[in-house]
């Protein structure tokens, strides 16, 4: 059974009056009345799902433009996806490193930024649940500047705990699935940026054709390490540290169009002031413990370690970093075309992330990943296939088909997974395990990507194409997975999450309909509702 909770005693004795405020919205005070606290539950469960809202106000726009400063850490990650992808490629760099596009040297080379990344987990969750989501961005994107593959990815493990956390706590709850799911959909900007950088860069007759392209990650950073001082922090790291009046405004003047009193920020408050405990274990930089502990736990982790770790082993890091060479295994041997291809990809695949991530609260977080993953597999199955018809027979047809598998895989993944890759784990988690959860699955993550980019150098030299057969049977075995541990979390507050993964079977609770009853069981007021 799960720890119990500190209720509020604002959340036990709700009295709601029609008084309005200059907003227009119902008043709502809390008070200490005797009136059945059920009744006034669902009154305010009814007055947020009548309330109306409109994404293309003054206050939503101000809301985008914190998220956007906090997009730009998902930045970081795709540039240097597809930096070292266009590098690997390149003779200038080939030369001057003494490298090879595929072998032990280059996996190596690849795996020393997950390995920064490893590092620095076991700083990243203290730092944000210590000193708020903003100085966890900030630390992050110093570290950054400094410089070095291990450097950055030390960095940017701070920024991927840090943004993730910040743009879920902060994000509409109308619109969390696409707003929570476009952070990861700008690792394909940096991935652009980096791509078409490289494909210029490539033309330069000097070391500056790598160089430059290096420098270039420098810009992300300097926006995220300025901007964050312009944030407002997180309203729900604000509440665990006991500053509700500060969460309240933060509410208010981004969810509420400037009303602490408007149905969504009142019913955000008492949630919040709910389920947040403050005496958790995020006042306890060692304490871990909160990520087991409880049946409850140990399902959100399944979900985060299995997101983690499938995020990088589906054949998406080796379209990422090896994309020229499964090019060249397909018969394409002119560094102009693999790079221009290199530069296509990204395009292509960030146009599909954004239509999945407004996607997200229509179809559900788990259609979209088990039907991406099921055809994956597909196109794994055909990659093999073609990819050998193209080497051993010279068949332009089976070159070409390749190269369409290869875009098609990117496409779909993009589709189904990017969005979801951070926001899936970032809403499984409590908002008093966010920040060291968050940084756990970065921990799965690296170690994941650390393992698939040290092998696939060595398999791509020695198998060529048979490494893709790997990718068939693994990703089917997500899929199996995926069907049968991740809840569906769309429509639903981070904090009503609660009443999912304390289910016995928290999958069959989650595809049930959200209702009133979902709001009386957060406040936990469902026995006065029964009688």
């Not at 006034?40 to 309330?51: F, I, K, T």
């Not at 595929?102 to 997950?114: D, K, Q």
């Not at 920020?265 to 306890?284: N, P």
Request: hydrophobic share 40%; with cysteine; charged share 15%.
């Amino acid at each position: 059974m799960d720890e119990p909770k500190e209720k509020s005693t604002s959340t036990q004795h709700i009295s709601l009056s029609h008084a309005k405020d200059d907003a227009g919205f119902a008043h709502q005070e809390s008070s200490s009345s005797d009136i059945c606290p059920a009744s006034n539950v669902a009154q305010l469960a009814n007055d947020v799902g009548e309330a109306q809202y409109n994404p293309w106000t003054k206050n939503m726009f101000r809301l985008y433009g914190c998220l956007l400063i906090a997009y730009f850490c998902g930045c970081l990650n795709g540039y240097d996806g597809s930096l070292m992808g266009g590098l690997n490629a390149m003779k200038s760099y080939q030369n001057y490193f003494n490298m090879k596009s595929a072998g032990s040297a280059t996996g190596l080379v690849f795996a020393i930024y997950n390995i920064g990344s490893i590092a620095a987990i076991p700083f990243t969750g203290p730092t944000n649940d210590l000193f708020g989501r903003r100085i966890g961005m900030f630390t992050g994107a110093v570290i950054i500047i400094i410089g070095g593959r291990f450097i950055l990815g030390f960095g940017v493990s701070f920024c991927s705990v840090s943004a993730p956390t910040y743009v879920s706590e902060l994000s509409h709850p109308r619109w969390r699935g696409t707003q929570t799911g476009l952070y990861n959909c700008m690792w394909w900007i940096g991935s652009i940026v980096a791509s078409w950088t490289i494909y210029g860069c490539s033309k330069f007759d000097s070391d500056y054709a790598f160089r430059i392209p290096i420098w270039g990650q420098l810009l992300s950073s300097v926006i995220v390490g300025v901007g964050v001082w312009f944030l407002p922090e997180s309203p729900r790291w604000l509440i665990a540290r006991g500053r509700q009046e500060e969460a309240r405004a933060v509410l208010a003047r981004y969810h509420g169009e400037g009303s602490d009193t408007h149905p969504m920020v009142v019913l955000e408050m008492e949630e919040m002031k709910y389920s947040i405990r403050q005496d958790a274990s995020d006042k306890r930089w060692w304490d871990y413990r909160e990520l087991i502990n409880t049946h409850s736990a140990r399902r959100r982790l399944i979900c985060v370690l299995g997101m983690a770790c499938f995020g990088q082993l589906s054949g998406n890091s080796v379209t990422g970093y090896y994309l020229p060479v499964m090019v060249e295994n397909a018969g394409i041997t002119s560094e102009s075309t693999q790079l221009m291809l290199n530069g296509i990809n990204p395009v292509i695949c960030f146009i599909a992330s954004v239509a999945g991530a407004h996607m997200t609260d229509k179809l559900g977080r788990r259609p979209l990943l088990i039907y991406s993953t099921i055809f994956c597999s597909i196109a794994f199955a055909v990659l093999t296939g073609t990819s050998k018809l193209a080497d051993q027979d010279n068949n332009s047809a089976a070159a070409n088909t390749t190269i369409v598998f290869i875009f098609l895989f990117g496409t779909v993944f993009s589709f189904g997974w990017t969005p979801l890759q951070s926001m899936y784990i970032v809403e499984t988690l409590t908002t008093t395990t966010r920040a060291k959860g968050t940084a756990v699955s970065n921990l799965a993550s690296a170690v994941s990507s650390t393992i698939i980019q040290y092998a696939s150098g060595p398999a791509f030299e020695d198998i060529k194409y048979y490494f893709y057969i790997f990718f068939v049977f693994w990703d089917l075995f997500e899929v199996v997975v995926i069907y049968f541990f991740f809840p569906e979390t769309k429509q639903r507050t981070l904090e009503e999450l609660d009443e999912v993964f304390e289910a016995k079977n928290p999958v069959k609770k989650s595809l049930e309909k959200r209702s009133t009853l979902t709001v009386l069981n957060t406040l936990g007021v469902t026995d006065d509702f029964a009688e």
